[in-house]
């Protein structure tokens, strides 16, 4: 009979994810994978055909991640605060994984274009999620073009790098 054990998709992401960022060479052994775990190799392999679609499910799930922390974010401060923290968050994320991310693209180990892609929908979503809940909070009138567009402002700033966090929230004032 077959063990079941809990939680394992989480597991398997976790050891994964920790072993990708280990001593900054972010290189992928399924082995330790497996050891780091605690499950199998064939247990691995049962959920992620191949290395290329786990590392895919880490980056899918630390951009999910990072979409549910802005999205969870209902501030009764200002819808200002609130951009400054989406902001933030962002820059924070970017950062932490960036040299991960010019490895994985470099070296040509995935299909980054598609994921972010992907990843990029999810997390705009998010963020017009949060800025709608900020709206409310603050009494405010929201429409959904000018959710939107500080919502595309606010991740493209940080995405392209192009416009400091005082640039967006002045691009967002005027807006609002």
């Known amino acids: 009979m077959p063990k079941i054990i809990k939680d394992v998709d989480a597991k398997i992401l976790r050891a994964a994810r920790e072993a990708l960022s280990e001593g900054g060479n972010y290189d992928l052994s399924i082995r330790a994978v497996s050891s780091k775990a605690g499950v199998s190799v064939g247990t691995i392999y049962n959920h992620y055909p191949d290395k290329a679609m786990l590392i895919e499910a880490v980056i899918f799930d630390d951009w999910q991640s990072v979409g549910n922390t802005i999205a969870e974010r209902v501030s009764e401060a200002n819808l200002e605060e609130d951009m400054g923290f989406i902001y933030d968050s962002l820059v924070a994320f970017y ?22 892609y992907r990843c990029t929908g999810d997390l705009v979503t998010s963020i017009r999620h949060a800025l709608r809940n900020s709206f409310k909070a603050a009494g405010k009138e929201e429409s959904e073009g000018t959710v939107s567009a500080i919502a595309n402002i606010v ?13 967006v929230l002045e691009a967002a004032r005027k807006l609002l």
Do not use: C, P, Q, T
Not at 97 to 113: A, M, P, Q, S
Not at 161 to 166: A, G, I, V
């Open 95 to 116: 950062k932490d994984r960036e040299d991960l991310y010019d490895h994985l693209f470099e070296n040509k180990l995935i299909n980054l274009g598609a994921i972010f």
């Open 155 to 167: 991740y493209a700033s940080v995405n392209f790098r192009n416009m400091s966090k005082d640039e």
